[in-house]
T-cell receptor
């Protein structure tokens, strides 16, 4: 079985501040991990993914995430928030040809 | 390249009515997914197709939901009869080979409101 827990349904940061969105996963086999972003009335867009190899993964729009097996975590970060980053962010896990299992999402607000 | 196309974008129906959603995946993508996203929750897989065969429909409420992908290209998802709790966004996604490390591309979704 696989599952994802996202800590914090809402996160608010100031423009220019660090963004940290938390994700912990559970998987009985080595996982593949993803972060997707969803803007209002839009579908989901892939930000980044971890499959194998380097544990620090860089994605689009300046986001990155680090896979930490010992902590079963895959937290998403961005050094400096921009107003355009306001959206809903979903962490997801897949393994063994199974479809993505999503977390419940974190809504990011960016204050001017 | 063209993305995943879904229609309609919005649908309002009364409970006990039936409704159908359509999805056209990215050309050449063998795997197609239907997800249900209830307000405030993450998407939940309803059904996964590989070409025109079903890979996983374990979370599809088969007493009222059905889906088909007859020619291995586009797909329809039907609800009959609809319940109030079916109000959600229905997302279609596709990927080229369906392996766990390939990206799934999502359509904009169909927002269903059951009144």
């Amino acid at each position: 079985a696989q599952s994802v827990t996202q800590l914090g349904s809402h996160v608010s940061v100031s423009e220019g501040a660090l963004v940290l969105l938390r994700c912990n996963y559970s998987s009985s086999v080595p996982p593949y991990l993803f972060w997707y972003v969803q803007y209002p009335n839009q579908g989901l867009q892939l930000l980044l993914k971890y499959t194998t190899g380097a544990t620090l993964v860089k994605g689009i729009n300046g986001f990155e995430a680090e896979f930490k097996k010992s902590e079963t975590s895959f937290h998403l970060t961005k050094p400096s928030a921009h107003m355009s980053d306001a959206a809903e962010y979903f962490c997801a896990v897949s393994s063994r040809r199974r479809a993505l299992t999503f977390g419940s999402g974190t809504r990011l607000q960016v204050q001017p | 390249e063209a993305g995943v196309a879904q229609s309609p974008r919005y649908k309002i129906i009364e409970k006990r009515q039936s409704v159908a959603f359509w999805c056209n995946p990215i050309s050449g993508h063998a795997t197609l997914y239907w997800y249900q996203q209830i307000l405030g929750q993450g998407p939940k897989l309803l059904i996964q197709f590989q070409n025109n065969g079903v890979v996983d429909d374990s979370q599809l409420p088969k007493d009222r939901f059905s889906a088909e992908r007859l020619k291995g290209v586009d797909s329809t998802l039907k609800i009959q009869p609809a319940k109030l709790e079916d109000s959600a966004v229905y997302l279609c996604a596709s990927s080229d080979d369906g392996t766990e490390n390939t990206e799934a591309f999502f359509g904009q979704g169909t927002r269903l409101t059951v009144v």
